[in-house]
Nanobody, 115 residues
Framework: EVQLVESGGGLVQPGGSLRLSCAASGFTFNNFFMNWVRRAPGKGLEWVANVGNGSNTNYTDSVKGRFTISRDNAKNSLYLQMNSLKSEDTGVYYC?????????WGQGTQVTVSS
């Protein structure tokens, strides 16, 4: 059974940092592109970043220079280091498997940026 389990969310002040993790199981992790996708309150899903199996990375413009996506294939884990957080980064963050389309999702972890 494929599972993606996110952790690391929480409440942080503007300008602070959080590191999200996604533990993957049930599939050959290093064969797949992996993504972070978020949903802000009252809004639709927004792709945040992805990482290929060769560790090439891509980011949406609003997080470039602040967020870093990475993966540890030996640990079947995906990470998102989030620095200089802003209120507009608030939302539920999901890890998702796939390239152009996502066929497996985690349950999400809540990130709230507020003073």
């Amino acid at each position: 059974e494929v599972q993606l389990v996110e952790s690391g969310g929480g409440l942080v002040q503007p300008g602070g940092s959080l590191r999200l993790s996604c533990a993957a199981s049930g599939f050959t992790f290093n064969n797949f592109f992996m993504n972070w996708v978020r949903r802000a309150p009252g809004k639709g899903l927004e792709w945040v970043a992805n990482v290929g199996n060769g560790s090439n990375t891509n980011y949406t413009d609003s997080v470039k220079g602040r967020f870093t996506i990475s993966r540890d294939n030996a640990k079947n884990s995906l990470y998102l280091q989030m620095n200089s957080l802003k209120s507009e980064d608030t939302g539920v963050y999901y890890c998702a498997r796939g390239g152009a389309t996502y066929d497996q999702w985690g349950q999400g972890t809540q990130v709230t940026v507020s003073s």
